[in-house]
């Protein structure tokens, strides 16, 4: 089943055409890979089914709630001067379906202590922000995303500048919220990772999107990773044969 459909959608940025006639679904329970070269339409599509970005033409159908869908952005959106700490962060993951001004109550405190072990960042509860590692940063905001108990998940690289301990947590995690009903929609450039985590992918490249198993993809070009010259030239109709 899918509760996520694109149906001849057609994108825009800044008056200029990034994507055309995409058409497709994401399974619900399943992990997608979304890749392409810089410039691609990534983040545009990212942004067009959180509902910030309306396509210029078709439809996108998302049938999860507002408040159950997240985006997990590159770290580099976080404000680390911030003065939050880690468990204060994990705990905004209420506030799209508790608000954000109602207070917590002892069942949210246990749920985020809970998070945090599974995370294995209990030690860093009360730490600040800006104390932490990459790693440690990628953790607390799964930790956000899994205390709002989402239901569609969207990850810019997630495993950009992390450590192996990390990428370790946080494939098991998505592995296991993907075996919940999750569904999950991953943006990779690294071409071992996507073997090892993603059911399905999305490539987008010359403005047109493709649909690929993992397994068709890295028979047509190995397991070497693709660099942005590379994508940005496919031919989708040879890549697809």
Not at 36 to 60: C, D, E, F, V, W
Not at 195 to 212: M, N, S, T
Request: with cysteine; hydrophobic share 45%; charged share 20%.
């Amino acid at each position: 089943m899918s509760r996520l459909h694109l149906q001849d959608v057609h994108l825009a940025q800044g008056g200029r055409s990034v994507l055309e006639g995409l058409t497709g679904s994401f399974q619900d329970g399943a992990i997608t890979a979304l890749i392409g070269a810089n410039g691609a339409g990534k983040s545009t599509l990212i942004q067009s089914i959180m509902g910030l970005l309306p396509p210029m033409a078709g439809r996108i159908e998302c049938h999860v709630p507002r408040e159950r869908r997240a985006w997990l952005p590159q770290q580099l959106a976080l404000d680390l001067s911030f003065p939050m700490s880690v468990e204060e962060l994990v705990m905004t993951g209420t506030w799209p379906s508790h608000g954000a001004l109602k207070g917590y109550c002892a069942a949210h405190y246990r749920k985020a202590r809970e998070i945090m072990a599974r995370l294995g960042i209990s030690q860093l509860a009360h730490r600040p922000l800006g104390e932490l590692s990459g790693g440690q940063r990628q953790r607390v905001l799964l930790g956000r995303t899994l205390m709002q108990e989402a239901e569609l998940l969207l990850l810019d690289e997630p495993f950009a500048n992390v450590d192996s301990d990390t990428v370790e947590v946080l494939t098991q995690v998505l592995r296991d919220m993907a075996a919940a009903g999750t569904t999950l929609i991953i943006v990779l450039h690294d071409l071992e990772q996507l073997a090892r985590l993603a059911d399905c992918v999305l490539l987008l490249a010359q403005g047109k999107g493709e649909w690929f198993t993992p397994q068709t993809l890295l028979e047509h070009y190995g397991r070497t990773p693709l660099t942005g010259t590379a994508l940005s030239s496919l031919d989708l109709r040879g890549a697809a044969s």
